[in-house]
């Protein structure tokens, strides 16, 4: 693919399960990835794919006037940005941070307020699909911040992801994340209550998801999360705790405006019930176990 851009480098911070395929469809497009990582086995890793290790944050922050993130939480936003002497101690003027982390509405136009002061732009771009949508490039990117930022970066995010929505104002990606994450959590509830009812009617789990593929009830979680249910294949594409976390950010969200959300509510108590039965590490349709014993 041909650069459109002035800017050929591109830091990355955060090369999880999802940060690596990332960082990899930005090589494969032709972009110099500086990349910063802890772990030896992701330095390796993303060195030998073609990316370039880069020993601290700050050195990075420095190096590069656009930097993806992909990171857990806001603690972690709140480590990698505004700690001392990382990313926001040494941005250079104009520099882009593109945050495709899942983290709270607020963190994000807080931090968004603080760049803005340094003559630097945030854009809070959480994603869906997964591990998978990650590999091959056809995420879902959500996207709050400055619209002029968003279209001078939008050829670098179709390098990741295929359906990318523009949504507002600063901390709107955010919330369009939380809208994401509470069907996800609802619609894993239903598909392992419908396969708990065919199990005991001894009905075939296999055939009625394939029946209900062709109707209305069609979903990309009962095609990929309810095959994982049927297999019992709960390798993560994304982890139950961190579904947790997100449901948290949806639940807290919607009391600050004065609502109780009662499905994102059962949603979250059924992904508590998860990690506190060791399944935090699991992907999040092995909540799917905690439907299963709760109907008996």
Same mark, same amino acid.
């Given at each position: 693919?041909?650069?459109?851009?002035?800017?050929?480098?591109?830091?990355?911070?955060?090369?999880?399960?999802?940060?690596?395929?990332?960082?990899?469809? #930005?090589?494969?497009?032709?972009?110099?990835?500086?990349?910063?990582?802890?772990?030896?086995?992701?330095?390796?890793?993303?060195?030998?794919? +073609?990316?370039?290790?880069?020993?601290?944050?700050?050195?990075?922050?420095?190096?590069?006037?656009?930097?993806?993130?992909?990171?857990?939480?806001?603690?972690?936003?709140?480590?990698?940005?505004?700690?001392?002497?990382?990313?926001?101690?040494?941005?250079?003027?104009?520099?882009?941070?593109?945050?495709?982390?899942?983290?709270?509405?607020?963190?994000?136009?807080?931090?968004?307020?603080?760049?803005?002061?340094?003559?630097?732009?945030?854009?809070?771009?959480?994603?869906?699909?997964?591990?998978?949508?990650?590999?091959?490039?056809?995420? =879902?990117?959500?996207?709050?911040?400055?619209?002029?930022?968003?279209?001078?970066? /939008?050829?670098?995010?179709?390098?990741?992801?295929?359906?990318?929505?523009?949504?507002?104002?600063? +901390?709107?990606?955010?919330?369009?994340?939380?809208?994401?994450?509470?069907?996800?959590?609802?619609?894993?509830?239903?598909?392992?209550?419908?396969?708990?009812?065919?199990?005991?009617?001894?009905?075939?789990?296999?055939?009625?998801?394939?029946? #209900?593929?062709?109707?209305?009830?069609?979903?990309?979680?009962?095609?990929?999360?309810?095959?994982?249910?049927? $297999?019992?294949?709960?390798?993560?594409?994304?982890?139950?705790? /961190?579904?947790?976390?997100?449901?948290?950010?949806? &639940?807290? #969200?919607?009391?600050?405006?004065? /609502?109780? /959300?009662?499905?994102?509510?059962?949603?979250?108590?059924?992904?508590?019930?998860?990690?506190? =039965?060791?399944?935090?590490?699991?992907?999040?349709?092995?909540? =799917?176990?905690? &439907?299963?014993?709760?109907? $008996?």
């Amino acid at each position: 693919m041909e650069k459109k851009s002035t800017h050929c480098e591109i830091g990355f911070i955060g090369l999880g399960v999802m940060g690596k395929p990332m960082a990899c469809n #930005l090589i494969h497009n032709g972009y110099k990835v500086n990349f910063f990582a802890r772990k030896k086995n992701v330095i390796n890793f993303i060195s030998r794919k +073609g990316g370039n290790f880069v020993n601290s944050i700050g050195e990075l922050a420095k190096k590069n006037k656009i930097i993806f993130l992909n990171l857990t939480d806001d603690n972690a936003i709140n480590d990698v940005i505004l700690s001392t002497n990382n990313v926001a101690d040494n941005l250079n003027q104009g520099s882009i941070i593109v945050d495709f982390s899942t983290i709270s509405p607020s963190k994000a136009v807080a931090v968004s307020k603080i760049l803005k002061k340094k003559k630097s732009y945030f854009l809070d771009c959480p994603v869906s699909g997964g591990e998978i949508g990650a590999i091959k490039g056809n995420l =879902s990117i959500m996207v709050g911040g400055e619209l002029r930022i968003y279209k001078k970066i /939008l050829h670098l995010l179709k390098c990741i992801g295929e359906n990318i929505t523009y949504i507002g104002e600063s +901390g709107s990606g955010q919330v369009a994340k939380v809208c994401n994450q509470i069907v996800v959590a609802q619609t894993i509830s239903a598909i392992s209550e419908i396969f708990v009812l065919a199990k005991k009617t001894k009905t075939s789990q296999k055939k009625i998801r394939e029946a #209900l593929l062709g109707g209305f009830a069609f979903s990309k979680i009962l095609e990929i999360h309810g095959e994982k249910i049927i $297999k019992q294949n709960f390798k993560p594409g994304f982890k139950t705790h /961190l579904h947790l976390k997100d449901l948290k950010i949806a &639940v807290n #969200l919607a009391k600050r405006y004065g /609502l109780s /959300l009662r499905g994102a509510e059962y949603s979250k108590k059924l992904l508590q019930k998860a990690v506190r =039965s060791n399944l935090q590490d699991e992907d999040s349709a092995s909540m =799917s176990k905690i &439907v299963e014993k709760m109907s $008996k």
